[in-house]
């Protein structure tokens, strides 16, 4: 399985950004999706999780409200919609798969990972 992220940048502080993640090598339909961020010199965070089937999804306190996870399975493509962004959202931002219908935000439930986007918010 390959994670392909796209759609990161640098945007002014309230801005939008919207990240893609497309899989291929597997179809996406029963596994759980995630998104997490680094920021320098600090740990991977878990942002975001969307399970299968359902689509129950979890955000972290610090992104609630504001980011949206989604997926579509007919694309194979997992996205990340982030409004109101601020300079603490500034990481770079990656994309990850677990082979279980639900994992949460941490990241030893993923099994696979994307390359990283950059984002950047200045004030």
């Known amino acids: 399985v390959q994670l392909q992220a796209s759609g990161g940048g640098s945007v002014q502080a309230g801005g939008s950004l919207r990240l893609s993640c497309a899989a291929s090598?597997?179809?996406?339909?029963?596994?759980?999706i995630g998104w997490f961020r680094q920021a320098p010199g600090k740990d991977r965070e878990g942002v975001s999780c969307?399970?299968?089937?359902?689509?129950?999804?979890y955000y972290s306190d610090s992104v609630k409200a504001r980011f949206t996870i989604s997926r579509d399975n007919a694309k194979n493509t997992m996205y990340l919609q982030m409004n109101s962004l601020k300079p603490e959202d500034t990481a770079v931002y990656y994309c990850?798969?677990?082979?279980?219908?639900?994992?949460?935000?941490?990241?030893?439930?993923?099994?696979?990972w994307g390359q990283g986007t950059q984002v950047t918010v200045s004030s």
């Open positions: 969307i399970s299968s089937g359902r689509g129950d999804t």
């Open positions: 990850a798969v677990s082979r279980q219908a639900v994992a949460g935000t941490g990241a030893d439930g993923y099994n696979y």
């Open positions: 090598g597997h179809t996406l339909d029963n596994w759980a």
